[in-house]
């Protein structure tokens, strides 16, 4: 919310409570509605449409007509109409028009660039044409020079083509989005000297656009890790592919398949796939200019959220040789992937069990995945829910992440929930890619209500009992 914007908020709401306690008073109720009025002009030059005033322009109606019926009835059902009016315009900021994204808690400073990949060996399955080739995207989040300004890096794909939802937002809500502030300049350099830095391959959530984790994702990179995000073309949400096209979810069910896990099986191997692909570029420079010769490919991990984790963890029981290390971020592993061998560090982040009610094959299926690694690690984050790792809490006003916490949980809240997730990463990634070491558990001792460590060798690790649900 702009300056502009909270002002006219607060002014029209309390020109409609005068005009509930005060209904006369025609030359001031006149002036006061023209001076708002002529203000909300203002706010529409400057900041455009924006949906939640909708209700605020139509209350500076309201409140400035007379409201002196002649019936009883007609006046009160007046006064309930300017009441359910303003009611209204405060409950549609219970959700921000442009969020406010945490600042970075690292050191450096940071850039972006987005690379749109083609995998020429591969078919698209999701579309008809034999001829279509599967799209990577990658944005990469890297440290940049220091001083370095600029633009920021635009938030979301396709923001002029968005589907009717992007996950479970209606489209009119990111109307304005593109105003996010990501904390991170397009295309800076990189920040100087010789080094080559380590990276982090990132996978999203299902259905979720890579953009939706800015936050965690902005904050990972200032620490000193060159962050490639993917999105999986059709099946995130928006994805603008190599040759400019925007496109949106894919879903094709199959038949004998009612509780979808072949479905997302297939999802979890063509994403582990996306991931090696992202390697192959990896390993032949294929990077822009500004990143080209200065990353480590033999320093390589990857992390995901839900399905994006467990497709992390399948890439690192596949590619141990390129893979250093994975963390699984609340997601539920499908098919044979628990019963795999990780050759390499594995780390389970989730949220709060109790909240978040995980389903018997996350349990077990995440429980397996921790015996069979040779070194594993799992923390969980106490009132945090599936979504505090994401952005989308902060899409809602505090008001508004207050009502949602009473209904889905997460009280925590995502900027705490990142925050913790940022530096247990940051302490389990530095020995796998490089680093100097450092124990992940005094990292999440600084926090409070974070449970976990490193799990014994021989000794199965200590899960939540098998809940129904996710």
Do not use: C
């Not at 025609?26 to 924006?50: D, K, N, P, W």
């Not at 072949?262 to 191997?269: E, I, K, N, S, V």
Request: proline share 9%; aromatic share 8%; charged share 20%.
């Amino acid at each position: 919310m702009t300056v502009i914007d909270g002002l006219l908020l607060a002014a029209v709401l309390a020109f409609a409570a005068w005009r509930l306690v005060a209904p006369g008073g025609r030359r001031m109720r006149e002036a006061a509605g023209l001076a708002l009025a002529a203000v909300a002009l203002v706010q529409f030059a400057r900041e455009g449409f924006t949906w939640q005033f909708v209700p605020a322009w139509a209350l500076i109606v309201a409140a400035a007509a007379p409201v002196s019926a002649r019936r009883a009835g007609w006046r009160w059902a007046g006064r309930i109409g300017l009441a359910a009016l303003a009611a209204a315009t405060a409950g549609t900021w219970l959700v921000l028009a442009v969020p406010r994204l945490p600042a970075p808690g690292g050191p450096y400073p940071i850039g972006s660039e987005t690379f749109r990949w083609v995998d020429a060996t591969r078919g698209e399955d999701a579309t008809d044409d034999p001829a279509d080739r599967r799209n990577v995207v990658v944005q990469a989040w890297y440290p940049a020079a220091g001083g370095v300004t600029g633009p920021h890096a635009p938030y979301i794909d396709g923001l002029g083509d968005l589907p009717p939802r992007v996950s479970l937002l209606p489209r009119f809500l990111l109307r304005r989005y593109g105003e996010v502030d990501t904390h991170a300049v397009a295309r800076a350099p990189l920040a100087a000297g010789s080094r080559r830095w380590p990276v982090v391959i990132f996978s999203p959530g299902y259905g979720a656009p890579r953009a939706f984790y800015a936050g965690l994702l902005a904050d990972l990179a200032s620490r000193g890790y060159v962050v490639l995000a993917l999105d999986h073309p059709y099946e995130s949400a928006v994805t603008q592919l190599a040759d400019g096209r925007v496109v949106h979810t894919v879903e094709r069910f199959a038949p004998g398949d009612p509780d979808r896990r072949r479905f997302m099986t297939d999802h979890q191997a063509t994403r582990a796939a996306d991931i090696r692909f992202v390697l192959d570029r990896l390993a032949t420079d294929a990077v822009g200019p500004r990143l080209r010769g200065r990353l480590d490919a033999g320093h390589v991990a990857v992390i995901g959220h839900s399905l994006g984790g467990a497709a992390a963890a399948l890439a690192l029981s596949q590619d141990p040789g390129r893979l250093q290390a994975a963390a699984n971020i609340d997601g539920t592993p499908y098919g044979d992937l628990p019963a795999q061998r990780l050759q390499r560090p594995f780390l389970l982040l989730q949220s709060d069990a109790a909240e978040t009610k995980p389903s018997t094959r996350f349990v077990d299926g995440n429980r397996r995945l921790l015996v069979n690694a040779s070194a594993a690690w799992r923390f969980e984050i106490k009132r945090a829910n599936h979504y505090s790792f994401t952005d989308a809490p902060l899409f809602f006003s505090p008001p508004g992440r207050f009502v949602l916490s009473r209904l889905i949980g997460g009280e925590r809240g995502p900027v705490e929930t990142q925050r913790a997730t940022v530096d247990i990463l940051d302490a389990f990634l530095r020995a796998p890619l490089g680093r100097p070491a450092v124990d992940p558990r005094p990292a999440a001792r600084r926090y409070g209500d974070i449970s976990g460590g490193l799990m014994a060798a021989s000794a199965p690790p200590r899960l939540p009992p098998n809940l129904p649900g996710r």
